[in-house]
């Protein structure tokens, strides 16, 4: 099957940008303590089921993986560009990193405590979202944890142009009323959200949104 000009895209992106990428966010902390509050609760509720697996899909650079690692969970990261995995690799020599798309993981069905899309669902188009979503209830177990990450808003940001390379990225904001929608009608049940004002050099409101598969 052809594959579809937004992985394409994203992949050939971020493979153009990762060494730049790396230079520029050597030690890139994990958001601010908002976001870390999140992924601190979601390893919390993971660890209360065992402590993992879980799968960070779009797992760039490794520093989310990186950080749940720290907070005990057994956790690796999957990535569609292979620059990312090698990056990730090098951060975190003592984590796995596979290549592979968030839209066919392969994983086996039910075989994830849990799961974290953090600022990676924003590559694929919103209207693919359901399908996304569908994979990931897939791939979790009943009962399992889902942690999505995103900035809020309706106009995707294209870019053609990044760090001194030619790109064709597109960064979709989202709502966190339709995101959370869209994961409700997957099979999962929203337990908790949490949308915070810009800070630093953001330009929009950031949410981060904690699920649960329906047994
Ligand atoms: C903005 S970065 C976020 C990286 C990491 N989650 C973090 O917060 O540091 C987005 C990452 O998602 C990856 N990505 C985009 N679409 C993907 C897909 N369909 N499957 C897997 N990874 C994807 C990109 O290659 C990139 O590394």
Known sequence: MTEPTYLRDTRDGYDKISADYAERFPTMLVDG????????????SVQAAGGGP???VGSGAGRVT???DSLGVRVSGVDLSPAMVALARRNHPELRFEEGSM???DLPDGSLAGLVAWYSVIHVPPELHP?????FHRVVAPDGHL????QVGDEPLSFTEAFGHTVSLD?????PDRVSDALEKAGFTVEARLVREPSGDEKVPQAYLMARRRA
């Open 147 to 150: 942690l999505v990450g995103f």
């Open 171 to 175: 960064f979709h904001r989202l709502s």
């Open 54 to 56: 879980v799968v960070e």
């Open 131 to 135: 399908g996304v979503f569908a994979e």
């Open 66 to 68: 990186g950080y749940l």
């Open 33 to 44: 303590p908002l976001g870390r509050a999140m992924l601190t609760a979601f390893a919390e």
């Open 103 to 105: 839209t066919a993981l």
